[in-house]
């Protein structure tokens, strides 16, 4: 919580919070349907990278028969602001903090840093914060989903407000 005039979000691509660590490791008991999921689909967000991880090793443990989970980070999934907590991370970055993650050149348009000296910003490129931009980030992943991914159970982790514009 923020402490008097300190703003939480001109925090660079925060890490998870003691609250999200809790949902990851509350996670398979509050979606018992799950039967096998194969795949995790997470904005390439820390704090979701964080959250799929959690969420495949707590899987892991409650269900040793599910087998390896594949996490794939996408960037239209990452929240719609343009503050410094809602921009990433350059790819060389974050391919170093999670090795056994999936971060898909596919996936990442030319336009997003890879390099961990250059700066992600998402003003006037196709993840600014402009509501007919979100929709149509919001059709891709849709359509990556549908076109793309062949698995049965899919878990999708996301940002609440990028949420409004992929569930309508």
């Known amino acids: 919580m923020p402490r008097k005039s300190e703003s939480l979000h001109q925090i660079h691509?925060?890490?998870?919070?003691?609250?999200?660590y809790e949902e990851a490791r509350l996670?398979?008991?509050?979606?018992?349907?799950?039967?096998?999921?194969?795949?995790?689909?997470?904005?390439?967000?820390?704090?979701?990278?964080q959250m799929a991880s959690e969420i495949n090793t707590y899987l892991s443990?409650?269900?040793?028969?599910?087998?390896?989970i594949r996490i794939v980070a996408?960037?239209?999934?990452?929240?719609?602001?343009?503050?410094?907590?809602?921009?990433?991370?350059?790819l060389e970055v974050l391919h170093a903090e999670f090795p056994n993650i999936d971060f898909s050149d596919a996936l990442f348009p030319e336009i997003y840093p890879r390099s961990a000296e250059v700066e992600v910003r998402k003003e006037?490129?196709?993840?600014?914060?402009?509501?007919?931009?979100?929709?149509?980030?919001?059709?891709?992943?849709?359509?990556?989903i549908k076109r793309d991914l062949d698995d049965t159970e899919i878990i999708v982790i996301s940002h609440g407000s990028f949420l409004h514009f992929l569930l309508n």
């Open 27 to 49: 996670f398979a008991e509050q979606y018992p349907h799950l039967q096998a999921p194969q795949i995790i689909l997470t904005s390439h967000l820390r704090r979701c990278l």
């Open 124 to 144: 006037d490129t196709i993840f600014d914060d402009i509501p007919d931009l979100l929709a149509r980030r919001a059709e891709r992943i849709r359509e990556y």
């Open 61 to 68: 443990e409650a269900r040793p028969n599910l087998g390896n």
């Open 74 to 90: 996408h960037p239209d999934l990452q929240e719609v602001s343009i503050y410094p907590c809602d921009t990433g991370s350059p």
């Open 13 to 20: 691509d925060p890490g998870l919070t003691a609250g999200g």
